[in-house]
């Protein structure tokens, strides 16, 4: 086991054991604890596409960034890591916006996430720097063409981040520019 551990999870949402976050991930993954987190600048929100070496969704466009707290680690103090090692900045303002997301998906090569997953909305410090290992690429976009092409595309983006975008506050689908992006701002 590396000191790059994950925090397992019973289905009722309590901590019960660790296991290597490399290796926690295949066909069978058992529930863990992990988190989203979205960038919001302005009403602008940052979208990463994830590297073509990952092992769960290559390719794939998804929220700003996504990780594992380890044990004993806050999830606050694990986005901020996160925010260094994928994005190379700090962030500041994180507020947790929905602490009770959990989900599971199945990708194409049949890779499980399996994950209790809270998520928080942060303001970048500094420039993004993607770490190639994480990130094939970025984009700043304005929130409610995000949301607008999650309602019509959601096939097009992780499923865990379609349905945080459906669980979020603010554009709707049947409305998707009507809301400013202060829902998740």
């Known amino acids: 086991m590396t000191n790059d551990s994950v925090v397992l999870a019973d289905a009722d949402g309590r901590p019960c054991g660790t296991a290597d976050r490399e290796g926690v ?62 994005l190379g900045i700090d962030v500041d303002d994180v507020r947790c916006i929905l602490p009770d997301f959990r989900y599971r998906a199945v990708d194409a090569s049949g890779i499980v996430e399996n994950e209790i997953c809270p998520v928080f909305v942060a303001r970048p410090v500094g420039a993004v720097e993607p770490n190639p290992d994480e990130v094939a690429e970025y984009a700043w976009a304005e929130v409610p063409d995000v949301w607008d092409l ?20 603010g554009p709707h689908p049947h409305h998707p520019r009507r809301h400013t992006a202060g829902a998740i701002g």
């Not at 707290?69 to 606050?76: A, D, N, T, Y």
Request: glycine share 6%; net charge positive; aromatic share 10%.
């Open 150 to 169: 999650v309602a019509k595309t959601p096939w097009a983006v992780s499923p865990w981040f379609a349905d945080q975008v459906r669980q979020l506050p």
């Open 25 to 86: 991930h295949g066909v069978d993954t058992p529930l863990h604890f992990a988190f989203s987190c979205h960038l919001v600048d302005g009403d602008r929100i940052l979208m990463t596409r994830r590297a073509l070496s990952k092992r769960s969704w290559p390719g794939v466009w998804t929220n700003s960034f996504c990780g594992h707290p380890r044990p004993g680690e806050s999830v606050v103090d694990a986005v901020h890591r996160y925010a260094q090692r994928e």
